[in-house]
């Protein structure tokens, strides 16, 4: 029987190629291809969709090897590869290409205006330096500043942003710097003062 078995498949299929949709075909197919059994021949196109499909009715067996890509995964599904070489390190920025605006000093890493402005109220001033997007110094730039060649601080002090001792009068009082040290001068009395400014790209 076993013998005879691939000349009756040959036979049969011969049969269904020969006879089509006919009675006699369509016995000859079922002999080969139960009812209750779907081949490639029976699908339309795009005919099976997820939503047909059972549950873990494909395994791993089913698919493919090498068929799946990256976003066919959740996220956390695949492990994380191995960290890469660092990369070569990038070229150093020119030093150049930063600097200070017209009438202003670089001093370690801003922009102090080389010399210092009329008189006026701290918070005149400190408005007026606001209103060019610059500040007031603190006490402590402001006396660093006044050790560099060629600065010269302004005999009656300058305004600093730092907070005096406010025990001195009764309204607030502010450091003015002066060449000798610091002083406090109340917030409403004018005083000479500058501005700093960031550094900037290009100039």
């Given at each position: 029987?076993?013998?005879?078995?691939?000349?009756?498949?040959?036979?049969?299929?011969?049969?269904?190629s020969?006879?089509g949709?006919?009675?006699?075909?369509?016995a000859?197919?079922?002999?080969?291809v139960?009812?209750n059994s779907?081949?490639?021949?029976?699908?339309?196109?795009?005919?099976?969709?997820?939503s047909?499909?059972?549950?873990?009715?494909?395994?791993?067996?089913?698919?493919?090897?090498g068929?799946?890509?990256a976003?066919?995964?959740?996220?956390g599904?695949?492990p994380?590869?191995?960290?890469?070489?660092k990369?070569?390190?990038?070229?150093?920025?020119?030093?150049?290409?930063?600097?200070?605006?017209?009438?202003t000093t670089?001093?370690?890493?801003?922009?102090i205006?080389?010399?210092?402005?009329?008189?006026?109220?701290?918070?005149?001033?400190?408005?007026?330096?606001?209103?060019?997007?610059?500040?007031?110094?603190?006490?402590?730039?402001?006396?660093a500043?006044?050790?560099?060649?060629?600065?010269t601080?302004?005999?009656?002090?300058?305004?600093?942003?730092?907070?005096?001792?406010?025990?001195?009068?009764?309204?607030f009082?502010f450091?003015?710097?002066t060449?000798?040290g610091?002083?406090?001068?109340?917030?409403?009395?004018?005083?000479?003062?500058r501005?700093?400014?960031?550094?900037?790209n290009?100039?």
């Amino acid at each position: 029987m076993r013998e005879r078995l691939p000349i009756i498949l040959s036979s049969t299929a011969l049969l269904v190629s020969v006879l089509g949709a006919t009675p006699l075909g369509e016995a000859a197919y079922d002999a080969v291809v139960p009812r209750n059994s779907v081949g490639t021949a029976q699908l339309k196109r795009n005919a099976v969709t997820s939503s047909k499909i059972a549950p873990n009715a494909v395994r791993t067996a089913h698919v493919v090897n090498g068929s799946l890509l990256a976003e066919d995964f959740r996220s956390g599904q695949l492990p994380k590869g191995e960290k890469g070489e660092k990369g070569d390190k990038g070229d150093r920025g020119d030093p150049a290409a930063v600097g200070c605006p017209t009438g202003t000093t670089r001093f370690v890493s801003a922009c102090i205006e080389s010399t210092f402005r009329g008189s006026a109220t701290w918070g005149a001033a400190s408005n007026d330096c606001a209103d060019e997007q610059r500040r007031l110094p603190s006490s402590g730039e402001l006396a660093a500043f006044a050790r560099q060649p060629g600065v010269t601080i302004a005999p009656a002090g300058e305004w600093t942003a730092d907070l005096g001792d406010i025990t001195y009068a009764s309204t607030f009082a502010f450091f003015a710097f002066t060449q000798t040290g610091n002083g406090v001068r109340t917030a409403f009395v004018p005083g000479p003062y500058r501005c700093v400014a960031g550094l900037q790209n290009g100039t």
